[in-house]
């Protein structure tokens, strides 16, 4: 099935852990994103260290469930890019590439906002000790879903306008 229609966010994981394989599977998903100019403006850190994720879960009030995960992808963006006007949707589609990469493997994931939070934005650049020209952008956390995925259709045909 197309995981675009599998897809749903997971936010509760058992303990079994991701390989860094399946993890290099997903960033390749994300790289493989399109971008204005192939601008390619992202760049990733992977946390598995349980310290760190608890600190990165509490950016926002809606992430605890991040420090549970085995996985939590810090998603960034390089701000001095060929084409910076459109970050904002090169990264979502750099975002839902690696979600949809998650459920191609039977993992589970979901998007966390930060951008364009600035206090969330400053509170994950201090944990991870970005340089000024990179700007967090998102999290993703990440792991074997510890029940089954809900899915909605939410086709509309009432949001779509044909002009012949
Ligand atoms: C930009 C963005 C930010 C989001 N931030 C959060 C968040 O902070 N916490 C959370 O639990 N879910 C977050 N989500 C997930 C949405 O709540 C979720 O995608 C939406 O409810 C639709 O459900 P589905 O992903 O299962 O289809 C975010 C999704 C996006 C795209």
């Known amino acids: 099935m197309n995981p675009i229609f599998a ?27 399109p971008s204005a100019m192939n601008a390619r403006p992202w760049s990733f850190v992977v946390v598995t260290n ?15 469930f991040a ?35 998650i459920t191609a493997q039977n993992l589970g994931g979901v998007c966390l906002g930060v951008a364009p939070l600035k206090e969330r934005m400053e509170a994950m650049a201090k944990l991870l ?17 510890a029940g089954p995925a809900k899915v909605q259709d939410r086709f509309d045909p009432k949001r779509i306008e044909w002009i012949r």
């Open 7 to 33: 897809r749903t966010s997971v936010r509760q994981w058992t303990d079994e852990p991701v390989s860094d394989e399946q993890i290099l599977n997903i960033l390749k998903a994300g790289m493989q994103a």
């Open 50 to 64: 349980p310290e760190l994720k608890k600190q990165l879960s509490e950016i926002s009030p809606y992430s605890h």
């Open 67 to 101: 420090a549970d995960a085995p996985v939590l992808l810090a998603v960034l963006c390089h701000k001095d890019n060929a084409c910076p006007p459109y970050n904002a949707i090169d990264m979502g589609i750099c975002i839902e590439n690696m979600l949809l990469e």
């Open 129 to 145: 000790k970005l340089k000024e020209d990179i700007e967090p952008y998102a999290l993703i956390p990440l792991g074997h879903p």
